[in-house]
C-alpha cells in the first residue's frame, strides 16, 4: 500500500478512497461521534451514523462536511486519518503516497486551500485538487480530452455540480448547493408542515430512497413512517406514498433541472451539438432518484442517462486523474492544484 496512488471523494454524505490497481477500498459514512465534554472522538464512519439522532446529551454525531467543502477543520482531519489509517492497514502515515481529492467547481480558494491543508497534515507526501465534475467524468469513461463537448451532471450529498467538458477542460459549468441532504430537509419540513410528524435524517433519507421519486409514479408506492406527533409529543406512525415524496422534493428537483438548462444555455453551439449527439451523463448519488433522467430529458429535449455505478465515478475518476496526471496538465486547462510536503508551496 505504501507508494499507491489514491483518490478520494470527499463528499458532504460519504468518502470513498479509490487505490490504484485496487479500486474502491473504502466507502463511509462522512460522520463523526465526538464527546462534548473531553473532546474525545468515539466514532467515524458507519458506527457513528449509526448513532445520529440517538446519543446522549453529551455525545454528537457531526458532518464536518457542509456543502462539499470543510465545514469543521480538525473534524475533517480526524476522520480522513483515521480512514487513511485503516486503508494503510495501521500505519498511521503514507509519506510515500500521492493523493488527489475533489471539490466542488464553485469551491472558493481559502475552501481549496483547506483540503489540500488537510490531505498534507495526515501526511500526504503531495496532494492534487480536480473539479468534481472533471473526476466524474473520467470515472464515467468519457473521453475528456478530445475537442468534443460532454455534460456532465454529479448529484452528490452536499452539491450538484453541473459542466461541459471539451479537450481537457471545463468550458461551462455551475455548482449548486444543492444535493441529498437537501432533499432529505426538504421531506422533514413537508412532513412536520403537512402532517405535524416530526422524523430524524436517517428515516427521511430512507424514505427517499425507498420510494422516493421526482415525478408523478405510474404505480404509486407506499411506506410507513415512524416519528414524534409534534402536537400531542407522542409517538406516532403514518403511511407515505411516493406522491407526497414528489411533492416535497419538486421545488429542489425543479433548481437542478434550471441549472442544466442554465448551462446548456451558456454552451457554445458547436459543443451544444456535441451533447445532443451524445446525451447527458448523470452522476453522484443523487443521480439514484426515480425519474430524473426522464425529467430532465422531457425539459431539454437531450437524452439523460445513468453512468453504470455513478456513486463511485468521482471516486474511480481521481484515480484515474492521478494516474495522468502529466497528461491532464499539458492540456493546461484541467483546474488541477497540488501541493507537497516539501516547502507547501503551491503549484498549477
Known amino acids: 500500500m505504501f507508494g499507491s496512488d489514491i483518490g478520494i471523494d470527499l463528499g458532504t454524505a460519504t468518502v470513498l478512497i479509490y487505490v490504484k490497481g485496487k479500486g474502491i477500498v473504502l466507502r463511509e459514512p462522512s460522520v463523526v461521534a465526538v464527546d462534548l465534554e473531553n473532546g474525545r472522538i468515539l466514532a467515524v464512519g458507519y458506527e457513528a451514523k449509526s448513532m445520529v439522532g440517538r446519543t446522549p446529551g453529551s455525545i454528537v454525531s457531526v458532518r464536518p462536511l457542509?456543502?462539499?467543502?470543510?465545514?469543521?477543520y480538525s473534524m475533517t482531519e480526524a476522520m480522513l486519518h483515521h480512514f487513511?489509517?485503516?486503508?494503510?492497514?495501521?500505519?498511521?502515515?503514507?509519506?510515500?503516497?500521492?493523493?488527489?481529492?475533489?471539490?466542488?467547481?464553485?469551491?472558493?480558494?481559502?475552501e481549496r486551500r483547506a483540503v489540500l491543508e488537510a490531505a498534507i497534515e495526515v501526511g500526504?507526501?503531495?496532494?492534487?485538487?480536480?473539479?468534481?465534475?472533471?473526476?466524474?467524468?473520467?470515472?464515467?469513461?468519457?473521453?475528456?480530452?478530445?475537442?468534443?463537448g460532454k455534460m456532465v451532471v454529479d448529484i452528490g450529498g452536499g452539491t450538484s455540480d453541473i459542466a461541459v467538458i471539451s479537450l481537457g477542460g471545463i468550458v461551462v459549468s455551475k455548482s449548486l448547493r444543492i444535493g441529498g441532504d437537501k432533499f432529505d430537509e426538504a421531506i422533514m419540513r413537508y412532513l412536520r408542515k403537512q402532517?405535524?410528524?416530526?422524523?430524524?435524517?436517517?428515516?427521511?433519507?430512507?424514505?427517499?430512497?425507498?420510494?422516493?421519486?421526482?415525478?408523478?409514479?405510474?404505480?404509486?408506492?407506499?411506506?410507513?413512517?415512524?416519528?414524534?406527533?409534534?402536537?400531542?409529543?407522542?409517538?406516532?406512525?403514518?403511511?407515505?406514498?411516493?406522491s407526497c415524496v414528489s411533492m416535497a422534493i419538486g421545488e429542489m428537483v425543479q433548481t437542478l433541472v434550471d441549472g442544466?438548462?442554465?448551462?446548456?444555455?451558456?454552451t457554445p453551439p458547436e459543443l451544444s451539438a456535441d451533447i445532443?449527439?451524445?446525451?447527458?451523463?448523470?452522476?453522484?448519488g443523487g443521480s439514484l432518484l426515480r425519474g430524473l433522467p426522464e425529467l430532465i430529458s422531457e425539459q431539454t429535449g437531450i437524452n439523460c442517462f445513468v453512468a453504470e455505478e455513478p456513486m463511485e465515478s468521482v471516486a474511480r475518476g481521481t484515480g484515474k486523474a492521478l494516474a495522468e496526471i502529466d497528461k491532464l496538465n499539458r492540456l493546461g486547462r484541467s483546474g488541477i492544484l497540488a501541493t507537497s510536503r516539501k516547502g507547501r508551496k503551491w503549484k498549477s
Open 84 to 110: 487513511m489509517k485503516s486503508v494503510t492497514h495501521g500505519f498511521s502515515r503514507f509519506f510515500r503516497n500521492r493523493v488527489m481529492i475533489c471539490v466542488p467547481s464553485g469551491a472558493t480558494d481559502v
Open 260 to 266: 442544466v438548462r442554465n448551462v446548456l444555455e451558456l
Open 195 to 242: 402532517y405535524s410528524l416530526a422524523i430524524g435524517e436517517q428515516t427521511a433519507e430512507n424514505l427517499k430512497i425507498m420510494i422516493g421519486t421526482c415525478v408523478p409514479p405510474e404505480e404509486e408506492m407506499t411506506m410507513i413512517l415512524k416519528g414524534r406527533d409534534l402536537v400531542q409529543g407522542l409517538p406516532r406512525q403514518i403511511e407515505v406514498s411516493s
Open 124 to 148: 500526504a507526501k503531495e496532494a492534487y485538487l480536480i473539479e468534481e465534475p472533471m473526476a466524474a467524468a473520467i470515472g464515467a469513461d468519457l473521453n475528456v480530452e478530445e475537442p468534443r
Open 276 to 284: 445532443i449527439d451524445r446525451g447527458i451523463v448523470l452522476t453522484g
Open 66 to 72: 457542509r456543502d462539499g467543502v470543510i465545514a469543521d
